[in-house]
């Protein structure tokens, strides 16, 4: 499929990359964006050779800043029971995509740039990224980015971003601090780090590392009891079960042993 306001690529090692490319407006997504994160999202689920995703941008000023005002979304008809979330064209886990994703982020994270990082797995980004919701500095409700987030940072660092809108930034060492990322790279390593990670994940056996995605994933919905029962029943359909495959696990523990190196 021809994508314009995305790039996507396979590689040989099992890593599929999408980089947002709508820099001249910011990486802003409008309608023809939703659509094809959708279709990527689809194929990215469908290909049983990619095993882990890499979300990113082309280099310019920003990762994402949100909805484009200046465009027509169709998913915001004039009723609003009918309204729907650009989360779930943007999302991966809306779109029922268990790999691991594994989410870049440069320069400005605002807005609907959430909807990408909130259902990413692992979070890295460069020195210079700032996130931040400007949706109360335009007299808007801050309500699906912040609740979407909200199980990834602590509930005061959430309401300060929501009600500081564009007066405040989330500099790279506050995000690391209040665990929305996990590591900063340093400018222009960026994607290469990204991809390495994505490329380790991708070379472990799929169906393990997409049960470890989606067992953890549906835990935020169950009370702590219910979530480890759940997280059993992953366990017995996930893991291998014949004897051949009990013995290439055996195989593989030899080669890497559960170890402090």
């Known amino acids: 499929m021809n994508f314009e306001t995305i790039i996507f690529d396979k590689s040989d090692d099992g890593v599929a ?11 802003a997504f409008n309608q023809q964006m939703l659509d094809e994160m959708r279709a990527a999202w689809s194929i ?9 995703v890499v979300v990113q941008a082309v280099p310019g000023r920003a990762f994402c800043t949100g909805v484009d005002v200046a465009t027509e979304i169709s998913l915001f008809p004039d009723d609003p029971f009918r309204e729907r979330s650009p989360a779930e064209a943007f999302g991966a886990k809306t779109n029922l995509v268990w790999k691991p994703v594994i989410a870049a982020v440069h320069g400005l994270c605002a807005g ?11 979070i890295i980004c460069s020195e210079d990224a700032q996130f931040f919701d400007p949706h109360i500095s335009f007299g808007l409700v801050a309500a699906c980015e912040p609740v979407g987030v909200s199980r990834r940072i602590p509930y005061g660092e959430i309401l300060r971003m929501s009600l500081m809108g564009n007066a405040e930034r989330i500099g790279a060492h506050t995000a690391l601090r209040i665990h ?12 290469a780090r990204a991809r390495e990670i994505a490329a380790l994940i991708a070379s472990r056996r799929s169906s393990a590392a997409q049960g470890a995605v ?6 935020l919905d169950l009370p702590y009891s219910a979530a480890v029962r759940n ?15 009990r013995a290439a696990v055996r195989a593989a523990t030899k080669k890497e042993p559960y170890v402090v190196r």
Do not use: H
Request: charged share 20%; hydrophobic share 40%.
């Open 231 to 245: 997280s059993y029943l992953y366990a017995q359909v996930g893991n291998p079960g014949t004897a051949a495959d």
């Open 180 to 191: 929305l990322v996990s590591e900063i790279v340093e400018n222009g390593k960026l994607a």
């Open 44 to 52: 990215v689920r469908q290909d049983n050779e990619i095993g882990a």
């Open 112 to 122: 609907g740039g959430f909807y990408v990082i909130n259902q990413a797995d692992i």
């Open 17 to 27: 990359t999408i980089s947002l490319n709508r820099p001249e407006r910011l990486n």
């Open 214 to 219: 989606r067992v953890m994933w549906e835990s």
